[in-house]
Every structure is written in C-alpha cells, then in structure tokens.
C-alpha cells in the first residue's frame, strides 16, 4: 500500500506500508481485555447465563478464525461485538428476535445533559431498572446497553450494529424514550408522581 507525505516545502513522496497479517499473538492481546464486556452484553441479550456462556465462546471462536481478514487500525472492539450481535440474531435464541427497519432515521433529538431518563434512572432501584431493560424490545436494549453500560461512542455502535450513525442517535432516542415510559409506569406515584 502506498500513501503520500508532504515534506515542510509541500512537496510530495510516497512512503510503502506493507500490509501484513497481524500475528495470532495479538489476538489475545486485543481480544482478552474484552471478555467481561462481552460476557456482560450477551448475558442481557439471550437472558440467560448459560446461553450467553455459549454465545461469547462461538463469537471468540468466530473471531479467532476470521482474524486475518481483521484490518489493522480499524476498531477491534467493534468488530468483536458486531461478531456477538450476528452470532446471537442467528443462534436459535436470537432467530425469533426481529429488529426493526428504523423509519425514523432522520430524527434528531435535543441533546439535554439532564435527561428524564437520567433522572428516573438516578430515582429508580438497579433491580427496577434491569427489570424495565429486560422488557425492552432487542434493538432497544442492545443500543441502550452498548451506549450507556459499555460506553461505546455512536461510531464505535455504527460499526458493532452495522447501521449508520443517524440510525444509531434515532434508535437511542427512542429507546430511551421507551425505557423512560417502563420505569415511570413502575416507580410510585406512576406517570403523575414525577
């Protein structure tokens, strides 16, 4: 691969990037670090810890196989978790989970540092709040968790889901609209106490 340099003068000249293989080594080193993490989104996505045990192992698998078709530079973390997702959406849990064309994907929200959901959130118990997570539609769930437990950055959850980073801001909206509506049909006092 080449690309081009400028010198201080503005003249130009190409410096040769081999494009090697990364060694089998730095497998681990990238993808070890991300295990707990992993763990963590598959145990919310089947809802159950042995199937999430199973999910992360196939996904480690999965990626352990294809890496060589990992470009280096790009986002590793990303890739694993796009591997997880698609593992899951065809694993025989998954394949009754459908997730939604985003009709709305052009919907921009007014970004608030205090939202209602944080509030809610900061009102409601853990147990209370896992519980409204849990009832949450899949596409809702994933992006919430993605976002706001794992603290992936839209682009980084652009390229685990594989949509555009407009479709991400759209669905995190209205998933956290969703989620606001769950918890305050389940904290006292309902719709009106808040």
Known sequence: ?????????????????????????????????????????????????????DLVQETYAKALRGFSSFQAGTNFRAWMYRILRNSFLNSRTGLGTAVPFDEEEHETAAVDRSTPESVLIAQASRETVQQALSELPLHFREILLLCEVEEMSYQEIAEALAIPQGTVMSRLFR????????????????????
């Not at 690309?3 to 130009?12: L, W």
């Not at 410096?15 to 990238?30: G, K, M, N, S, W």
């Open 175 to 194: 998933a956290r609209k969703a989620l606001r509506g769950l918890l305050q049909q389940k904290l006292p006092g309902g719709r009106h106490g808040m």
């Open 1 to 53: 691969m080449v690309s081009g340099n400028k010198t201080a003068e503005g003249a130009v000249y190409a410096i040769e990037v081999p494009a090697q293989p990364l060694p089998a080594a730095t497998f681990a080193d990238l993808a070890q670090p991300l295990f707990d993490q992993l763990y963590n989104f598959a145990r919310w996505l089947t809802q159950d810890p042995s199937e999430a045990e």
